[in-house]
Each structure stands twice: as C-alpha cells, then as structure tokens.
C-alpha cells in the first residue's frame, strides 16, 4: 500500500521554500493512509482549479505547492498539479474571447522541480499577453514560471525569489529491507551518509539550479551572476523591483483595469460572462459563440442550413424569386462562355484551325492559354518541316573535272567541239551555232581570244 509520503518523490529535486517543504513532509508523516489524511481535513478528493474571466482578462490562481501531476497528495494539501495548470493555460489560449492572461500567484511556495521548464516554456511562448500578479507570494519554482511572463507586477508586501534547487534522502527508513546496489552503479543510490554519495547528490542539484538560473535570467534581461548574487534570498515589494525580479508595484484590480480598460470589472467563469449591464458585456461573434456555447452555435448552424437546403431544392426561399435567379445565372454563364470561345478563336493561326475547334469547346481553356498551345504546335510544326527538308533533299550533281575535259581533248578541234556540243547543254545556249563554237575554239587555241578577267 502507498503511503501519503511516497507522494512526495522521494529523492526528486524541489524548487521550494524550506517551510513549505516541512509542511509537506508534516503533512505525508502524520498518516499512513491518505484516505484517512483526507477525512480529517475534511476536504473532497475531487476538488478541482478553474480559470476565472473579467472582460477578456483570464485569471488563473495559483495557490500552494506544485506537483508534477494531479495526485491524493494534491487533493488533501490543497497544492496544484503543472498538468492541472497547463490545461487551464491552454483552454484561456484557445478561447477567442481572451485577450490576456494573468498568473495570480497567491501563496506559491514552489514545489517539485519535474515540469516547471515545459510549462515555463509554454508562458513565454504565449500567443496572448501574460502577467504575473505576485499578491503573496511567488518563490523557488513558482517564480521560474513568473519570470516567463511578460511582466512581473508584485504588491507592496509580496515574495519573490528563493531561486535555488534542494533534495532529500531518507537515511533510515526503517524498513527492516537491504537495498544492495549493483557494484558499476553506485551513484544508481547514492549514500548522502558518505562525501562521495554527497557528492553526487550535490552535482544532481547543481545541474538543475544552472538551468533554473539561467531561464530566470534570460526571461528577466539578466545575466546569471546577477541573479545568484542574491543566494536564493527572498525579496520583497519595492526591494524586488531594484533587484529586477519584478517591473513594478500594483494590485490585482489595478492589473486586470489596465489590461481591460475599464476599473468596473465583475467576475466570473473564464467561459461565463457576470456582467450586468449590456455596455460591460463582451460583443457576440460568431467566433466567441462558437468557442464558448458550441452546443446554441451547432444547433443555429444546422437549422440555417436545412431551411437554406429546403428552400434552394423546393425552388420557394423566401423574398427570393428561384426562376429568375436561375435565369439570370444561365444567361451569366452563357455569355462568359461565349466570350472565352470568341476570345480563343482570335488566337487562330493558319494551319492550326483543328487545335483552335478543340479548344474551342473544352470548355476550359482561355484565350491567353490557347494562344500559347497554337505557339507551342507552330513552333514544332516549323521545326517537323525543316527536319523533312534536311533529309529529303537531293544530293548535288558531281562536278566535270577539267581533267576529264582536257582528257577529251584529242588534238582534232572540230571532232572535240563536236563531243562538247553535244554533251554540253549550256554550251549550245550559249553559242548560236555548232559552227560558230567551232570558229571560237579555233580562235582561242591560236591565241586570237582572250577571256574577260584573265591576265593573257
């Protein structure tokens, strides 16, 4: 059977101040029985933490110390659980209807270590505007979480800090078992009666403390030294704000004015709204009905649709005339298409008429788009014809070599000019007569002849 004190987490490390942790450790010694514990405080074991809500403004409380999850201990020592936290954050995000958050930190000791990083993280990555209002207090693990805020407001008489890391160890349970440890792991179950399982312990504690100082510092502009110059002191009001643990003074009234605009501010559920006068109530959209009453919201939707469903298939909407408004959309959608089908014959390209008429009548395409089809096919059909002409052409007729017309030279000019004359189609162009081409080669070979353009 668990014990009220195996709540704790035993051995875990705590961001908490010295009291509260002796109060726990009071608390889960007193009983064996958590069940017993709760009887006598008289407190339910379902109890539960909600957000609250004024005019946009959530405002999420946090009281006692922190555990990592909802637990007995939780609900019999009035502490509060990251996971609880977390889901009231994520449900004041999620509504439309909230603009700003404020952390109302009350008397928030710290607690366990596990989980305040995550949730740390998730403040400052907010989408909406968060506050931290310190009116107690706000120390160890819970000022971790107060630093990830856009702004520390603290009162006059308020705590902050305690930035530091501890851990425990029962030395004598007196269980009457022998816990034997594995001889390659001693620092499995570090002995805190020795230096060396001391030592270990401390390095565990000091890790964490390094991570704690140096989001507090970076969330609140500072460097490391200057928030471990304070040695995990608590500071207070006025002395907090010079040490840059805080921004300013003020009250929880004055916060939640400043983030609403308005200092006539009524409470309420974070989804309910408690005012009662129509100028102090949130304006309805759609959105913040949808957020916060799905249930109307749904029911208008579906009613809406299945009357608009009806009317457009019974043709009788009231105020509306059907056939006129299908009449109109016919001719609408008549005349666009028929000035996209004039719009792609104004793109026709002789040759390309088939691809024009197919187009024409898909019923899709523009003018710009058949204008750069009908480029697309005269481009490849230029380039089908060159190809075709580039390898159907015919191939030269040889050249006479002069070789072979000085071979047919055989000394008889008139036998030669006869061969040449009948072969040589333009050389009987050119001269009138075979004997006037007779006459010229006799001229020619006694050297009574000069060609034009030559030097003899």
Same mark, same amino acid.
């Given at each position: 059977?668990?014990?009220?004190?195996? *709540?704790?987490?035993?051995? !875990?490390?705590?961001?908490?101040?010295?009291?509260?942790?002796?109060?726990?450790?009071? @608390?889960?010694?007193?009983?064996?029985?958590?069940?017993?514990?709760?009887?006598?405080?008289?407190?339910?074991?379902?109890?539960?933490?909600?957000?609250?809500?004024?005019?946009?403004?959530? @405002?999420?409380?946090?009281?006692?110390?922190?555990?990592?999850?909802?637990?007995?201990?939780?609900?019999?020592?009035?502490?509060?659980?990251? !996971?609880?936290? %977390?889901?009231?954050?994520?449900?004041?995000?999620?509504?439309?209807?909230?603009?700003?958050?404020?952390?109302? *930190?009350?008397?928030?000791?710290?607690?366990?270590?596990?989980?305040?990083?995550?949730?740390?993280?998730?403040?400052?990555?907010? =989408?909406?505007?968060?506050?931290?209002?310190?009116?107690?207090?706000?120390?160890?693990?819970?000022?971790?979480?107060?630093?990830?805020?856009? =702004?520390?407001?603290?009162?006059?008489?308020?705590? #902050?800090?305690?930035?530091? #890391? #501890?851990?425990?160890?029962?030395?004598?349970?007196?269980?009457?078992?022998?816990?034997?440890? !594995? !001889?390659?792991?001693?620092?499995?179950?570090?002995?805190?009666?020795?230096? =060396?399982?001391?030592?270990?312990?401390?390095?565990?504690?000091?890790?964490?403390?390094?991570?704690?100082?140096?989001?507090?510092?970076?969330?609140?502009?500072?460097?490391? /030294?200057?928030?471990?110059?304070?040695?995990?002191?608590?500071?207070?009001?006025?002395?907090?704000?010079?040490?840059?643990?805080?921004?300013?003074?003020?009250?929880?009234?004055?916060?939640?004015?400043?983030?609403?605009?308005?200092?006539?501010?009524?409470?309420?559920?974070?989804?309910?709204?408690?005012?009662?006068?129509?100028?102090?109530?949130?304006?309805?959209?759609?959105?913040?009905?949808?957020?916060?009453?799905?249930?109307?919201?749904?029911?208008?939707?579906? &009613?809406?649709?299945?009357? +608009?469903?009806?009317?457009?298939?019974?043709?009788?909407?009231?105020?509306?005339?059907?056939?006129?408004?299908?009449? /109109?959309?016919?001719?609408?959608?008549?005349?666009?298409?028929? =000035?996209?089908?004039?719009?792609?014959?104004?793109?026709?390209?002789?040759?390309? &008429?088939?691809?024009?008429?197919?187009?024409?009548?898909?019923? /899709?395409?523009?003018?710009?788009? %058949? +204008?750069?089809?009908?480029?697309?096919?005269?481009?490849?059909?230029?380039?089908?014809?060159?190809?075709?002409?580039?390898?159907?052409?015919?191939?030269?007729?040889?050249?006479?070599?002069?070789?072979?017309?000085?071979?047919?030279?055989?000394?008889?000019?008139?036998?030669?000019?006869?061969?040449?004359?009948?072969?040589?189609?333009?050389?009987?162009? &050119?001269?009138?007569?075979?004997?006037?081409?007779?006459?010229?080669?006799?001229?020619?070979?006694?050297?009574?002849?000069?060609?034009?353009?030559?030097?003899?």
């Amino acid at each position: 059977m668990k014990t009220a004190i195996d *709540f704790i987490a035993n051995g !875990s490390p705590w961001a908490i101040t010295d009291s509260m942790m002796d109060t726990i450790m009071a @608390i889960a010694e007193r009983n064996t029985d958590p069940q017993a514990i709760a009887a006598q405080l008289g407190r339910p074991l379902n109890n539960t933490r909600m957000a609250t809500e004024r005019d946009g403004v959530a @405002i999420i409380p946090m009281d006692g110390p922190v555990f990592p999850k909802a637990n007995m201990f939780t609900e019999i020592s009035g502490a509060h659980s990251v !996971s609880q936290v %977390a889901l009231d954050f994520n449900a004041a995000q999620k509504n439309p209807a909230i603009h700003s958050i404020v952390m109302h *930190f009350e008397t928030a000791p710290g607690g366990n270590a596990v989980g305040i990083h995550e949730f740390g993280e998730m403040m400052r990555e907010s =989408e909406k505007r968060v506050i931290a209002y310190v009116g107690g207090m706000a120390a160890s693990a819970h000022f971790w979480w107060a630093s990830s805020a856009d =702004e520390i407001i603290i009162d006059a008489t308020a705590q #902050v800090g305690n930035i530091g #890391v #501890v851990t425990g160890r029962r030395l004598n349970p007196n269980t009457g078992n022998i816990e034997i440890v !594995s !001889s390659r792991a001693p620092d499995k179950r570090p002995n805190a009666a020795t230096p =060396e399982g001391l030592a270990v312990i401390q390095a565990e504690v000091d890790a964490l403390e390094d991570v704690f100082l140096s989001n507090v510092a970076r969330n609140r502009g500072m460097t490391v /030294e200057e928030v471990a110059a304070h040695r995990g002191r608590i500071l207070i009001g006025e002395q907090a704000v010079k040490a840059g643990f805080a921004d300013r003074l003020g009250s929880l009234e004055s916060v939640i004015a400043g983030l609403t605009g308005n200092r006539n501010i009524n409470g309420g559920r974070m989804t309910t709204s408690k005012s009662t006068s129509p100028a102090d109530k949130p304006e309805l959209t759609v959105a913040v009905l949808k957020a916060e009453h799905p249930d109307i919201y749904q029911s208008i939707h579906d &009613e809406g649709f299945n009357a +608009a469903k009806e009317g457009f298939t019974s043709g009788k909407i009231e105020g509306f005339d059907m056939e006129a408004i299908k009449a /109109e959309a016919r001719a609408e959608g008549a005349n666009t298409e028929r =000035e996209r089908i004039q719009s792609v014959e104004a793109q026709s390209i002789s040759g390309h &008429e088939a691809l024009i008429n197919t187009l024409k009548f898909d019923g /899709e395409t523009t003018g710009e788009q %058949a +204008a750069v089809k009908v480029l697309q096919a005269e481009r490849t059909s230029r380039e089908s014809a060159y190809q075709t002409v580039v390898t159907k052409r015919p191939e030269p007729a040889p050249a006479v070599a002069e070789e072979q017309q000085a071979s047919a030279d055989t000394g008889d000019i008139e036998a030669d000019c006869k061969a040449k004359w009948d072969s040589n189609a333009d050389l009987r162009k &050119e001269f009138s007569s075979f004997n006037a081409f007779v006459a010229f080669s006799k001229a020619k070979s006694k050297g009574k002849v000069r060609v034009l353009g030559s030097k003899q």
